[in-house]
């Protein structure tokens, strides 16, 4: 993309059907596109948590996701904008953050935005958008604890059934 100047915006949502609708709210110079939930999650092979370094997750792109990573990756180099909107809970902070997390590195320059509704009416997205905030890493923290304990208990206790 050398020498293109980028323009207009994402807006990554969690469900298709989300992304359809909100795609009817923004103008045509913003995309609107769905991570179909989590994009990253520990490896299924094994532990990914390495309990000796403070319990520090690894993460992993899941095989089924590769494609979907791969499209917002291409979508993300078009734009100087994206904005994260998945779910405001907990789990959506979360997919908000590793969304992040695998497209920070796509070249370029651009700004990464959360945004949160709480219904899917042209008000509240339009609203949201023109008050993006920053991601909560207090709602990430928690969400990867419970994931983390969750591995710890189920990978060790899968082994023993």
Known sequence: MAGKKKIGS?????????ARKIASYVGPDTEVMASVGHVRDLPTYRLGVEV?????PHYEVPR?????????RKATAKVSTVYLASDPDRE???????LREVLKDVPGDR?????????VTKGAVLDALAHPTEIDQ???NAQQARRIEDRLSGFKLSKLV
């Open 10 to 18: 994402l807006v990554i949502v969690e469900s298709p059907s989300k």
């Open 52 to 56: 000796s370094n403070g319990f520090a």
């Open 64 to 72: 089924d996701k590769r494609e979907v990573v791969d499209a917002l």
């Open 92 to 98: 959506g902070e979360s997919i908000a953050w590793h």
């Open 111 to 119: 700004k990464f935005y959360r945004v949160r509704y709480n219904e």
């Open 138 to 140: 207090n709602l990430v």
